[in-house]
């Protein structure tokens, strides 16, 4: 084990510090990454590919450059992982599918793999997706069961499961996932750690998900402050994608303004709709109250969302039937059974259906925006309940068909396209890890992450390390 083992605790924010001030340097902190990757890969499998040796020259480029007082950019030297669903050049994107062929020259970037090259990030490794990111929680018939660093027995979520297990574990402080229902935040609620899905647009994506404009790209951190500094990066305008929104000011500038005179509404169960485990609803409400001690305005008050889910179905599963539409017979052969299930129930749904998926979508987003005049942001529990097993979709004895059922805080917000963050808050009699949501209007991811950051400061956000640590 290397001297600098300490360096996996770090946040991005202290490894840069650290390497401007010359206390050890962009190798150190690789090596002890890469070391931690080692140790801690056999228990949660968060990674599907690994490559030290372009790591490690990285981290020497890297080097060189903080010797001579020209760092690269705002990430230069700092660990990344990378969801393999994003293209990343020197290495095939198999989305965790056994039917995506690995030969091919796999020579791009996607554009936020692109932006992390351009501010001198080390990219060690790609992390483990369910097949095509479909669902919400981590496992693939390529590359198996991604488990949860606090219970090996239980699920890391999804479907961004394997950066957060990492970020949780140390092996590296920064990763990106996808969020098409929820799949960086349920993860991240079931790991312990911060992520953030931003309005959609604010990171460009290419190429195109087949989930459509459900689909975002976000930072997974260990606090607020790392996710601000990697969505400054990860943001940066891309051609490819003819969504993106317009460049926004600095996300770190704005967090510390604090949450005093911020109008906040705390929804416990979306009134009453949603079954709520005691444990979280408690953990929540503690924290809100923190968010008050603060300075905040809270007031209890639900959105109008009644259960979207049909409409958000007929999207997502339309989008899998889509996806896997050039497919011949023995390549869906090779699917998740669950995943070849909704591609089934997708092709069936017609061009109406579809359209009156949109029009339902449109509806929801003129109910939140109007809520949103009233109050600045919404405060809701990440997900009902803790990790359950691995190897599910849905918990043992619940009679839940589809992973949506247990994520009924997530999706909402992903077809109303809003920037929606999850802050760790406590946890269960199990010493699982238990999310708080903070929700905004479209565009208003400033306030989301200066609310973050102000429970980071205060303290709420602290939460016992991983048992596999």
Same mark, same amino acid.
């Given at each position: 084990?290397?001297?600098?083992?300490?360096?996996?605790?770090?946040?991005?924010?202290?490894?840069?510090?650290? $390497?401007?001030?010359?206390?050890?340097?962009? /190798?150190?902190?690789?090596?002890?990454?890469?070391?931690?990757? &080692?140790?801690?890969?056999?228990?949660?499998?968060?990674? /599907?590919?690994? %490559?030290?040796?372009?790591?490690?020259?990285?981290?020497?480029?890297?080097?060189?450059?903080?010797?001579?007082?020209? *760092?690269?950019?705002?990430?230069? !030297?700092?660990?990344?992982?990378?969801?393999?669903?994003?293209?990343?050049?020197?290495?095939?994107?198999?989305?965790?599918?056994?039917?995506?062929?690995?030969?091919?020259?796999?020579?791009?970037?996607?554009?936020?793999?692109?932006?992390?090259?351009?501010?001198?990030?080390?990219?060690?490794?790609?992390?483990?997706? *369910? &097949?095509?990111?479909?669902?919400?929680?981590?496992?693939?018939?390529?590359?198996?069961?991604?488990?949860?660093?606090?219970?090996?027995?239980?699920?890391?979520?999804?479907?961004?499961?394997?950066?957060?297990?990492?970020?949780?574990? !140390?092996?590296?402080?920064?990763?990106?996932?996808?969020?098409?229902?929820?799949? /960086?935040?349920?993860?991240?609620?079931?790991?312990?750690?911060?992520?953030?899905? *931003?309005?959609?647009?604010?990171? @460009?994506? $290419?190429?195109?998900?087949?989930?459509?404009?459900?689909?975002?790209?976000? @930072?997974?951190?260990?606090?607020?402050?790392?996710?601000?500094?990697?969505?400054?990066?990860?943001?940066?305008?891309?051609?490819?994608?003819?969504?993106?929104?317009?460049?926004?000011?600095?996300?770190?500038?704005?967090?510390?303004?604090?949450?005093?005179?911020?109008?906040?509404?705390?929804?416990?169960?979306?009134?009453?709709?949603?079954?709520?485990?005691?444990?979280?609803?408690?953990?929540?409400?503690?924290?809100?109250?923190?968010?008050?001690?603060?300075?905040? $305005?809270?007031? &209890?008050? %639900?959105?109008?969302?009644? %259960?979207?889910?049909?409409?958000?179905?007929?999207?997502?599963?339309?989008?899998?039937?889509?996806?896997?539409?050039?497919?011949?017979?023995?390549? +869906?052969?090779?699917?998740? @059974?669950?995943?070849?299930?909704?591609?089934?129930?997708?092709?069936?749904?017609?061009?109406?259906?579809?359209?009156?998926?949109?029009?339902?979508?449109?509806?929801?987003?003129?109910?939140?925006?109007?809520?949103?005049?009233?109050?600045?942001?919404?405060?809701?529990?990440?997900?009902?309940?803790?990790?359950?097993?691995?190897?599910?979709?849905?918990?043992? !004895?619940?009679?839940?068909?589809?992973?949506?059922?247990?994520?009924?805080?997530? $999706?909402?917000?992903?077809?109303?396209?809003?920037?929606?963050?999850?802050?760790?808050?406590?946890?269960?009699?199990?010493?699982?890890?238990?999310?708080?949501?903070?929700?905004?209007?479209?565009?208003?991811?400033?306030?989301?992450? +200066?609310?973050?950051?102000?429970?980071?400061?205060?303290?709420?956000? +602290?939460?016992?390390? @991983?048992?596999?640590?």
């Amino acid at each position: 084990m290397t001297d600098h083992a300490f360096l996996t605790d770090l946040t991005a924010r202290q490894l840069l510090s650290g $390497y401007e001030k010359g206390d050890f340097s962009p /190798v150190d902190a690789t090596r002890a990454v890469l070391e931690r990757i &080692e140790t801690v890969q056999p228990l949660v499998n968060a990674f /599907v590919r690994v %490559d030290a040796e372009a790591a490690l020259a990285q981290a020497e480029a890297a080097a060189g450059r903080w010797r001579g007082k020209e *760092p690269q950019g705002l990430l230069d !030297g700092v660990p990344v992982s990378v969801k393999d669903i994003f293209l990343q050049r020197g290495g095939p994107t198999l989305r965790g599918s056994r039917a995506v062929s690995a030969e091919g020259a796999w020579d791009e970037d996607s554009p936020a793999v692109a932006r992390l090259r351009e501010h001198g990030a080390v990219l060690v490794g790609k992390t483990t997706t *369910p &097949e095509f990111g479909w669902k919400g929680v981590t496992d693939s018939p390529l590359n198996g069961v991604t488990r949860n660093p606090y219970d090996l027995s239980r699920t890391s979520g999804g479907s961004s499961g394997g950066s957060a297990a990492a970020v949780a574990l !140390g092996a590296g402080p920064l990763s990106i996932g996808t969020d098409g229902g929820g799949s /960086v935040r349920i993860p991240a609620s079931f790991c312990g750690i911060f992520a953030l899905k *931003p309005t959609y647009g604010r990171v @460009p994506l $290419y190429p195109s998900s087949p989930f459509g404009t459900l689909a975002h790209a976000g @930072p997974m951190t260990r606090d607020a402050a790392d996710a601000a500094l990697l969505l400054d990066v990860i943001s940066g305008a891309d051609w490819r994608d003819w969504s993106q929104l317009a460049p926004a000011a600095t996300m770190s500038g704005a967090l510390t303004d604090g949450v005093k005179g911020l109008r906040i509404a705390y929804s416990p169960s979306f009134g009453g709709q949603v079954a709520v485990r005691p444990e979280v609803a408690a953990a929540v409400r503690g924290a809100v109250s923190r968010l008050a001690d603060l300075g905040a $305005y809270i007031e &209890e008050a %639900d959105p109008d969302i009644h %259960d979207p889910v049909e409409a958000f179905h007929t999207l997502w599963f339309s989008g899998a039937a889509r996806l896997v539409q050039s497919f011949g017979t023995e390549q +869906r052969e090779l699917l998740d @059974p669950g995943l070849r299930e909704i591609i089934e129930e997708g092709a069936r749904y017609s061009a109406l259906d579809y359209l009156a998926a949109v029009d339902a979508r449109m509806e929801l987003g003129r109910r939140l925006g109007r809520f949103h005049a009233s109050y600045d942001l919404l405060v809701t529990p990440t997900l009902p309940i803790t990790a359950f097993e691995a190897g599910r979709e849905t918990p043992g !004895g619940s009679g839940q068909r589809r992973w949506t059922a247990w994520t009924p805080f997530t $999706y909402p917000f992903n077809l109303t396209q809003q920037p929606a963050a999850t802050v760790p808050c406590g946890v269960d009699g199990d010493g699982l890890p238990i999310g708080l949501q903070l929700v905004g209007a479209r565009h208003a991811d400033a306030l989301v992450m +200066r609310a973050a950051h102000a429970l980071y400061e205060s303290g709420a956000a +602290r939460i016992p390390a @991983p048992a596999a640590n």
